[in-house]
């Protein structure tokens, strides 16, 4: 089932117990869940699939979408063409500092209880929902190359994409942007553009242009619903494509061709944004994907 796997623990010798194991899988039809005495940090890095509870429901996740369950749920991920995840297990109690210094105690008990009796996903669109799935790629950098101080940069990382879900969930119970607003329908539509021409130049005038908006009202209308600007989300977008193209299987590619294939107009700009969203150079990241075992 799975082509391509790299799995990581964090061992905290003080605890004498594994604190986190982070699975990065490409699978070709599913991914089952076998512990459920853990958190789950679940993402869609590429492709689409739909999650099934231990009690039957489902919940469908697209490109870049993510979900966070508590301990003692049960799933497992189902999907028709080979897939990227990322699956994060962890009790967050063993990074969460007893005093709570940076969440409220309470604040994080209405948090998991909210997620568990919810199971709501969080927006591909929106920029936390990236801005998880880059954390995801730090931890799994960290984890790579660890020295003496990796597991605090783990812990801060764990505790930046609970941040970053926390801030998302609060916004849509306070009214925030998201399928309510009169011009999400509109937005999609020029998403959808965005990733049909990535590897073309793309204006703001005809983005603009589709969702039959002036430029500036877009420009606002795109970052109150996605979370970030027009120009980010293009780079996002175009950096996963460089990133689908790298992890083919015997597929060879010139950085610089392959930066212009993407729509950049040279490499160092390419690598420098590669490397920012993924944590390691176009270079490396081939290199891990061509190795079985990471």
Known sequence: MIQRENTNNLYSEQKKKVL?????????????????????????????????????????????????????????????????????????????????????????????????????????????????????????????????????????????????????????????????????EDIQKTILYINEHISEKISLDELAKIAMMGKTNYSVTFKKITGMTVWEYILNARIELASSYLMENGAEYNITELAFQCGFNNSAHFNKTFKKLKGKTPSDFKKDSDNPCF
């Open 20 to 184: 986190l194991t982070l699975r990065h899988l490409l699978v070709e039809n599913g991914y089952e869940n076998t512990n459920s005495k853990t958190a789950v940090v679940f993402s869609v890095v590429d492709g689409s699939g739909t999650i099934v509870f231990s009690d039957g429901k489902e919940l469908p996740l697209d490109a870049k979408e993510c979900v966070f369950f508590d301990k003692g749920n049960g799933f497992c991920f189902r999907c028709d063409a080979p897939t990227e995840i990322f699956v994060l297990q962890l009790n967050f109690s063993d990074f969460i500092d007893g005093q709570y210094v940076v969440f409220e105690k309470k604040r994080i008990g209405a948090f998991f209880e909210g997620i568990v009796r919810s199971r709501r996903k969080i927006d591909g669109m929106h920029c936390n929902a990236r801005r998880i799935q880059e954390s995801l790629f730090w931890i799994e950098n960290e984890l790579e190359n660890r020295d003496g101080g990796s597991e605090y940069v783990i812990k801060a990382y764990v505790a930046l994409l609970l941040s970053f879900a926390m801030q998302y969930f609060h916004g849509e119970e306070n009214g925030g942007a998201g399928k309510a607003d009169p011009h999400y």
